[in-house]
Antibody, heavy 121, light 108 residues
Framework: EVQLVESGGGLVQPGGSLRLSCVAS????????MDWVRQAPGKGLEWVGRIRNKANNHITEYAASVTGRFTISRDDSRNSLYLQMNSVKSEDAAVYYC????????????WGQGTLVAVSS | SYALTQPPSVSVAPGKTARITCGGD??????VHWYRKKPGQAPVLVIH???DRPSGIPERFSGSKSGNTATLTISRVEAGDEADYFC???????????FGGGTKLTVL
């Protein structure tokens, strides 16, 4: 059974940093592109970024709203995906989901349950 | 930047048919996917590539596209279908992925 479990959310001050993790099981992580998608309170879904699979050199791509501040990485040997959030802004407050792409096409058939990031001083 | 437009809300009585639209420029050239989002739960893919239903999604869920408008149709609506529904495309613009603003489906 495919499972994605996020962790690392919490309260962060504006300008601060936070690192989210996502542990994958039930499939071979190295085969898949993986993404982060977020939902701010009362708002819609927003794509954050993705990291391609090993065969595609782990290339990363980001939404304009987080480029230069967020970094996605992965450790396939640990079945883990990461989101390093730096220079956090109030508008980054959201539930962050990791999601598995079906086949490098920005279609997500599997999602984690999410981890909440709150931003406040 | 590219944008997808959805109605903020749709209301339907149990057993009736709900239709949720998603419009965008040149949508006819893009593949449209639909997700269901319930509070406190992860999003669920209900339709991909306009019309395809993933395994485990009831046949009551169907999708279509005509010109620049895609439509998610839910037949024989049940109380459990109440949720927010989002359309999504690979925009191939500076923001690679775009979601619609979401439609809140209320079952009366």
């Amino acid at each position: 059974e495919v499972q994605l479990v996020e962790s690392g959310g919490g309260l962060v001050q504006p300008g601060g940093s936070l690192r989210l993790s996502c542990v994958a099981s039930g499939f071979t992580l190295s085969d898949h592109y993986m993404d982060w998608v977020r939902q701010a309170p009362g708002k819609g879904l927003e794509w954050v970024g993705r990291i391609r699979n090993k065969a595609n050199n782990h290339i990363t791509e980001y939404a304009a709203s987080v480029t230069g501040r967020f970094t996605i990485s992965r450790d396939d040997s640990r079945n883990s995906l990461y989101l390093q959030m730096n220079s956090v802004k109030s508008e980054d407050a959201a539930v962050y989901y990791c999601a598995r792409e079906d086949s490098g096409n920005f279609v997500w058939g599997y999602w984690g349950q999410g981890t909440l990031v709150a931003v406040s001083s | 930047s590219y944008a997808l437009t959805q109605p903020p809300s749709v209301s339907v009585a149990p057993g009736k048919t709900a239709r949720i639209t998603c419009g965008g420029d040149n949508l006819e050239t893009k593949s449209v996917h639909w997700y269901r989002k319930k509070p406190g739960q992860a999003p669920v893919l209900v339709i991909h590539y306009e019309t395809d239903r993933p395994s485990g999604i009831p046949e009551r869920f169907s999708g279509s596209k005509s010109g620049n408008t895609a439509t998610l149709t839910i037949s024989r609506v049940e109380a459990g279908d109440e949720a927010d529904y989002f359309c999504q495309v690979w925009a191939s613009t500076s923001d690679l992925v775009v979601f619609g603003g979401g439609t809140k489906l209320t079952v009366l």
